[in-house]
């Protein structure tokens, strides 16, 4: 199944934490696996990630999502959105992320979009 992100109002290049740490040139991404993926300026407009996601249907029915992007334990996994600043040498150095939980997605449009319906 794909699973597309997509993100609105980004809340801009420069962010000051309440440590006063300033970061002056913010990005957001996936994190697949332990790595920040497909930055994005935090300044952008739009943001958009497309995502392969793979699902189980276990024995109860419950469903169980898999793949690079995927962390998280059995029943409780989610993807990652990633916030760092790219320093001198372009790194990406992280200081956010946000759990996108996929058991909260409506199990019925997981099934249309498995089977290709949707």
Same mark, same amino acid.
């Given at each position: 199944? @794909?699973? /597309?992100?997509? #993100?609105?109002?980004? &809340? *801009? @290049? ?5 440590? #006063? ?5 913010? @990005?957001? #991404?996936? $994190?697949?696996?332990?790595? &920040? ?10 943001? %958009? ?8 249907? *276990? ?6 999502? $898999? *793949? ?5 334990? @059995? ?21 956010? %992320? ?9 199990? #019925? ?6 089977? *290709? /319906?949707?």
């Amino acid at each position: 199944m @794909r699973v /597309t992100i997509e #993100g609105y109002e980004l &809340p *801009g @290049r420069t962010f000051c934490d309440s440590n #006063g740490d300033a970061y002056d040139d913010v @990005r957001v #991404g996936v $994190q697949i696996r332990k790595d &920040p993926e497909e930055l994005i300026r935090a300044d952008a407009d739009t943001a %958009r990630w497309e995502l392969d996601v793979t699902v189980a249907t *276990g024995p109860d029915d419950s469903l169980d999502f $898999q *793949g690079p992007a995927v962390h998280g334990k @059995r029943g409780d996994r989610f993807l990652y959105l990633t916030w760092g600043n790219i320093d001198g040498n372009g790194d990406f150095d992280m200081f956010r %992320r946000a759990k996108l939980m996929l058991n909260r997605i409506d199990p #019925g449009l997981v099934h249309a979009a498995n089977d *290709g /319906t949707h």
